[in-house]
């Protein structure tokens, strides 16, 4: 319990103080981090560093001593990886196949400088413990942590739609148990909970650092947590809805489901 309160209290402070500061100092200048979201309002992308400085104390506070600074380097280079795209990356390549087709007539993407980089970062940060270091184990965890991170991502379309997502799946990962997943699920949600009520006034978004940053931690927790079988549905699940993002439209399956949609828009203005 102690460990999880520690956790989530540092993250929500280090979320709360680098998000302020940010927008306090605006490094580059104001245009460079404004965009326009979904409804063409102008909206700030400081709360991605602000999400990916919790996430990274989260990571080395929660992971077991000699995992810790795997941890949060890998939650690091993961925001770092989506800031560079925030910031610096094109949108005429979308989904995999954009990007992989981009590569294909000699265009690196920096969608795929992403992926490559979130593959790298999952592979490092896998938990290695007894009965879990074999090369086909760590794949598996490493493509969990990995594909959570870019999920988070991709489901970053709407307003408080990531975090309530990081929030659905770290929620009983914090609650039901007292190790280290349990402490970096606290504080996946502690930087969410400091993060969602601006995110749901549309007066910033998470961008993909920290989306990526928030993913790859509860894809962590998930991987530190679950047995055998838990992870490989998990695993499953991420990659069946990675998959499935290629041919449909999230907010098109949310909006004609009304349990999804009343979810999805609990807060968000009308």
């Not at 999920?151 to 929620?171: E, I, M, S, Y």
């Not at 079988?229 to 998990?234: E, K, P, V």
Request: glycine residues 14%; charged residues 15%.
């Amino acid at each position: 319990m102690t460990r999880r309160l520690v956790t989530a209290t540092a993250a929500a402070t280090m979320t709360v103080a680098i998000g302020a500061e940010l927008r306090r100092r605006a490094p580059g200048g104001r245009d460079r981090w404004t965009r326009q979201n979904f409804r063409d309002r102008a909206v700030d992308l400081f709360a991605g560093p602000a999400a990916a400085a919790g996430a990274v104390t989260a990571a080395a506070l929660a992971a077991p001593p000699r995992g810790g600074g795997r941890l949060a380097g890998a939650v690091a280079a993961a925001a770092g990886l989506g800031l560079y795209d925030d910031l610096a990356g094109v949108t005429h390549a979308r989904g995999l196949r954009g990007h992989f087709r981009a590569l294909a007539h000699g265009e690196v993407t920096t969608g795929i400088v992403k992926l490559a980089g979130l593959a790298a970062a999952g592979l490092v940060a896998a938990p290695c413990r007894t009965g879990r270091c074999s090369v086909a184990q760590r794949l598996a965890d490493g493509a969990l942590i990995s594909g959570a991170a870019n999920l988070v991502n991709l489901l970053d379309l709407r307003p408080g739609r990531a975090l309530k997502t990081v929030a659905f799946v770290g929620l009983p990962l914090a609650v039901s148990g007292t190790g280290p997943g349990a402490a970096a699920a606290a504080g996946a949600l502690a930087s969410t909970a400091a993060l969602l009520p601006g995110d749901l006034d549309e007066r910033h978004m998470i961008g993909d650092c920290g989306a990526n940053a928030l993913g790859a931690l509860v894809g962590w927790a998930l991987a530190e947590r679950l047995g055998i079988c838990g992870r490989l549905a998990a695993l499953s699940a991420v990659i069946g809805l990675t998959l499935a993002s290629e041919r449909i439209s999230f907010s098109a399956v949310i909006d004609n489901q009304l349990l999804l949609r009343s979810v999805d828009r609990w807060g968000r203005q009308p």
